[in-house]
């Protein structure tokens, strides 16, 4: 059955080629823990997607519930978590998540160090790389001040500070986070709106950049 | 056992079994998050009283409006939200409460307020009319009668409760 619906669509698509060039390539010896087993440190990038695959998948369903807006942001995340089935799970999933998703990230970029995998020709995908750890940090910082509880408020108000003891540009800066003079209302539409839309649209990007750059070049070869 | 499953197949199945069992545990908690209004649909009942002795009521509907306790998620309307029901006695003298929702869809029906149409309910959006029993007029948009409250009489006094269901 699924069988048949795959060659129907396939036989007027022919994706087949497609998922071939992107999936059916050999696993060098030297990444595979089947052979040494210390090779697991090259799961990392792989196992950072799937946390990054998790956030986006949770933080979408979460948008079903969530309001971004100072009234009922943070009644709605009460609700969501206590008054639905699955909401503590769902709200943990993006919770925890976010945290597993920067460890993940930054022992996959150990693991680059270690191993020398920056030098050139890969160089490029380092400076990638670093886009997408700057990217994923924004999330977090935005993700943060959801909830609108204390605890957001104050981490909000002291990143906003931090960020205005840039020379010269620092207050321009804290006034463009703020969306105006205080953390209000405007700053949480707008944290939401980087969080949900500009940020993921840019990680995508980024992420597809990197896999293309991965392909092209292979992956670097045995210490 | 009489086929034999090959060494492919057999890896097929054990690799799909597993990312299906992988996928699923991390898609149920979500689907089961989205889908709990469905599952939640209309629970509980009330009956308010609407400030109306039964002597008040004639055969003329009139409109009555009360307040029901409204929980719409982490919302809750401050005093409540407000219901209309069109309230009358039928030919036997018993009580009846009509929704005003229309059956057509779901705009507001009135009593006799249309010139047009003397002594009937009346909704303006596509002209759904409603003979006074609430039954619909036949070649009129609307393909039910209009819905009633569930009413109670307590110290000659009524009570409306929720929309029966048909
Ligand atoms: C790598 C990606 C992401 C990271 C690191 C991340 C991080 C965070 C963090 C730290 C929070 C605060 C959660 C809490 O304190 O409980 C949060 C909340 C939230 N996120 Fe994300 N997020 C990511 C992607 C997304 C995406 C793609 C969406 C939607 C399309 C999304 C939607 C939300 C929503 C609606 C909330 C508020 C609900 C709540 O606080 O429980 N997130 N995120
Ligand atoms: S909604 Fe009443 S006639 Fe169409």
Redesign the pocket.
Known sequence: MLKAIYDWVDERLDITPIWRDVADHEVPEHVNPAHHFSAFIYCFGGLTFFV?VI??LS??F??MY?VPDIVNAHAS?NY?QNKLAMGAIV?GM??WG?SV??VMLFLHTLRVFFTGSYKHPREFNWVIGMLIFFV?LG??FT??L??WDNK?YFATKVGVEIAATVPFLGPYIASFLQGGDIVGAQTLARFFAL??FFL?AA?LGLLGAHFILIRRQGISGPL | MGKKVSRRKFLTYTLGGTAGFLASGVLFPMVRFAVDPVLKRGAGEQYVDVNLTIDQITETPRSVEFTVHREDGWYVPEGGEKLTAWVMKDDNGDVVAFSPICKHLGCTVNWDSNPQFKNEFFCPCHFGRYYKDGTNVPGTPPTSPLDRYKTKVENGKLLIGPVEKA
């Open positions: 990054v956030q986006i933080g979408m979460l948008a969530y995340v969501l709200r993006h919770h976010a998703s920067i994923m999330l977090g993700g943060y959801l909830p957001a969080h949900v993921p990680l």
